[in-house]
C-alpha cells in the first residue's frame, strides 16, 4: 500500500469514512427497499417519487 494513500486516509479520519459507509449502506438499502416495491408491482410514479424523495433526503 503507498504511503500516499496512508496519509491520505490518515488525514481523511474515521469521521469522513463512517459519514461515506453510512451513505453507501443507505443508498443500498434504498435500493434493495426500491426492488422489493418493484418486484411487487409498484407503479413507476410512485417509483420515481420514492427515488426523489430518498436523493433530495441526503442533500443532493
Not at 5 to 18: D, E, F, N
Not at 42 to 55: R, W
Amino acid at each position: 500500500m503507498p504511503s500516499t494513500l496512508i496519509r491520505g486516509l490518515k488525514r481523511w479520519h474515521w469521521g469522513g469514512l463512517l459519514t461515506l459507509i453510512t451513505l453507501v449502506a443507505s443508498y443500498v438499502l434504498a435500493l434493495a427497499i426500491l426492488l422489493v416495491l418493484w418486484r411487487k408491482g409498484i407503479d413507476l410514479m410512485a417509483l420515481i417519487i420514492v427515488i426523489a424523495s430518498s436523493t433530495t433526503s441526503f442533500g443532493y
